[in-house]
């Protein structure tokens, strides 16, 4: 930044902590990582919403605690902000456990930010639905079924833990077939009536990439 | 502290009171300030300076001056033309014809009218923004009185064949009077952002309203005019005043119009000159913006654009991210991303020209103005491809 390019003092909506995890935001993964330097990665949000949250997991079995979090934001400087913010919050004093780390609210994460304008809280509740979609496939890779968080979503496929919430999300990520979505979620394998389930699901949603349906934006 | 470098590239959002328009408007915030309406000599004066505003204007338009009424904004006078002829013929025809990418203060009433059972067909355009002659035509019928098309999109700048739809309309009218059909058909442009730029006389162009303010001229904010030719009636939109005919109550604005006057008289006399000028720096900015930066397109009609406007969306990013990240650089430009509208919709405009979502969330709009250089655009460019690159690195999107 050259001499004459200092920062201004214009009052913004922002908080002053907002504006610092944009213009520096923290663990945000720089670069496309190795196979096996994270054990999950889950995403969140469509182009159609404007909002995308990826996040990468590194978790200590043993402990059950989460050694590294990355993360990739396409969206408004909040939407980048809560990410980096929320990262901060779940890797400090060497990171909590998973279970501490669920019970980071989306008003926890307000709060840390110091406010956010009303109009762009839906942005902080993606990042941690975006760490829940990771967890979950975390928890799916070890095969603990048991631990899904389903959020209250009608859950679809029985073994897997699958919830219409999680399918519908693929589908507005462009998964047009039950093949597609099934090399994403591996929902419905060997089980006809799931399978049916899925076909609804996609008559249901598919195309809305041009036709946008955001549930966490407010009417 | 050190000044910050400052650069607007704005222009279509709102432009500085130019000095001359200035210089014009000074008496009214001095010692005019009766009101026009008054019989004394204070009055008197007061009215001499709107009259002189109106007749200067009229000159501009190529119009009669009480063909001029003079309101509170761009928006109103959207609002007027289109609510106010809607409703007075009402009982001749209710049907409208405008576009998808009209401002919003044409789109809200037209929805409110259609609230109120009247039709309207919302024409598309083309991937740069084109209306299409024959579609509109082709959507007229014998109860249409009111078609409203942008004379240059706000956006994206595209500019609209308004003299050439004009034209037609005058045959579609004659073929109803030999047919011995009553219904009126008129035609509105809103010209606020044409008006630098653009031819204004009202019989070249074909149009039985105009709209145009005070605020993307070089004049004052809080003045708007609406052309309506002789003969036009419309339906008041308030009441409690015989000002402007009877058709926009409440004390004039005489600053305001008198400035409106001076800005466009000026921008008419500046208008070939102005126009190359940016055109040439426009086209720069474009060239620079599409080789430097990957993954950047071109919002709009290549050539058929306002001379001031340049609209691209970069694609994997999100417009206001990048607007905060201009800011921070002293840059002001605007975008049509979803995350900056209040009502977290992406741009109807860019949507409409048939652009994945993406586009409109990864647009940036830029717009030039007469004070606006080469150098401005250099500066741009020096901190501009580090933005970008910087919010792509953490995107969640790959851009690809």
Redesign the interface.
Request: overall charge positive.
């Given at each position: 930044?050259s001499?004459?390019?200092?920062?201004?003092d214009?009052n913004w909506a922002y908080s002053d902590k907002v504006?610092d995890h944009?213009?520096n935001?923290r663990n945000?993964?720089?670069e496309d990582p190795p196979a096996g330097q994270f054990d999950a990665q889950g995403?969140v949000?469509s182009?159609?919403?404007?909002?995308?949250?990826?996040i990468w997991l590194k978790i200590d079995p043993d402990q059950d605690r989460i050694v590294d979090l990355k993360?990739?934001?396409?969206?408004?400087?909040?939407?980048?902000a809560a990410t980096s913010v929320f990262s901060e919050m779940v890797l400090k004093n060497g990171g909590l456990t998973i279970e501490e780390a669920i019970k980071i609210s989306p008003s926890d994460i307000m709060a840390e930010l110091g406010g956010l304008p009303a109009?762009?809280v839906?942005c902080s509740v993606l990042a941690d639905k975006a760490f829940r979609q990771t967890l979950n496939n975390y928890f799916r890779i070890r095969g603990q079924h048991n631990r899904i968080i389903t959020d209250g979503s009608r859950v679809i496929d029985l073994d897997l833990k699958i919830t219409e919430q999680e399918v519908v999300e693929v589908i507005h990520q462009g998964a047009q077939t039950l093949e597609e979505i099934q090399a994403r979620l591996k929902v419905g394998v060997g089980r006809p009536e799931v399978k049916a389930e899925i076909e609804k699901l996609i008559e249901k949603h598919r195309g809305q990439?041009?036709k946008?349906f955001?549930p966490r934006?407010?009417p | 502290m050190t000044k910050k470098r400052l650069v607007y590239f704005d222009h279509a959002a709102a432009t500085y009171i130019d000095r001359p328009v200035r210089r014009a408007m000074r008496p009214c915030l001095n010692r005019v300030y009766g009101n026009a309406g008054s019989l004394h000599s204070f009055g008197r004066m007061a009215k001499n300076y709107l009259d002189g505003a109106r007749q200067q204007i009229a000159g501009v338009l190529k119009a009669q001056p009480t063909e001029i009424v003079f309101t509170g904004s761009g928006s109103e006078s959207d609002n007027l033309a289109l609510l106010g002829v809607a409703r007075r013929y009402a009982s001749q025809g209710r049907h409208l014809i405008t576009s998808q990418i009209e401002h919003k203060a044409i789109q809200q009433p037209a929805r409110r009218l259609m609230a109120d059972g009247f039709e309207v067909d919302f024409l598309p355009v083309d991937q740069s923004g084109l209306v299409s002659i024959d579609q509109l035509i082709g959507r007229l019928t014998d109860q249409t009185t009111l078609v409203s098309i942008i004379y240059a999109n706000n956006e994206i700048g595209t500019i609209e064949p308004i003299a050439e739809i004009g034209h037609q309309l005058a045959k579609v009218r004659a073929d109803r009077r030999q047919r011995g059909i009553k219904t009126p058909l008129f035609f509105h442009t809103d010209a606020c952002q044409a008006a630098g730029y653009l031819d204004l006389e009202v019989d070249d162009l074909g149009v039985d309203l105009l709209t145009l303010n005070g605020s993307k001229v070089y004049g004052a904010k809080g003045v708007g005019l609406l052309y309506v030719r002789s003969g036009v009636e419309l339906q008041p939109l308030a009441f409690g005043g015989d000002q402007e005919g009877g058709r926009r109550p409440g004390t004039e604005n005489i600053a305001g119009a008198v400035g409106l006057g001076a800005a466009l008289e000026l921008a008419q006399d500046l208008k070939d000159d102005e126009s190359e000028r940016e055109t040439q720096l426009r086209d720069y900015f474009i060239e620079r913006l599409l080789s430097q930066i990957p993954q950047v397109v071109l919002n709009g009609h290549p050539r058929h654009r306002l001379p001031n406007n340049i609209n691209i969306s970069v694609l994997g990013i999100e417009g206001e991210a990048m607007l905060l990240w201009l800011d921070h650089y002293g840059i002001a430009a605007s975008t049509g991303s979803a995350c900056d509208s209040e009502r977290l919709e992406p741009s109807h405009v860019i949507t409409a020209l048939g652009r994945p979502h993406q586009y409109a969330h990864g647009s940036l709009r830029l717009t030039l103005g007469r004070r606006s250089t080469k150098r401005e655009v250099d500066y741009f460019m020096s901190v501009f491809p580090g933005i970008v690159k910087k919010l792509r690195g953490m995107s969640a999107v790959n851009y690809e």
């Open positions: 930044m001499k004459d390019v200092v920062s201004g214009q504006k944009f213009f935001p945000f993964l720089n995403q949000g182009l159609a919403c404007g909002d995308i949250m990826s993360w990739r934001t396409f969206g408004c400087a909040s939407a980048i109009r762009k839906h990439e041009s946008p955001c934006q407010k | -």
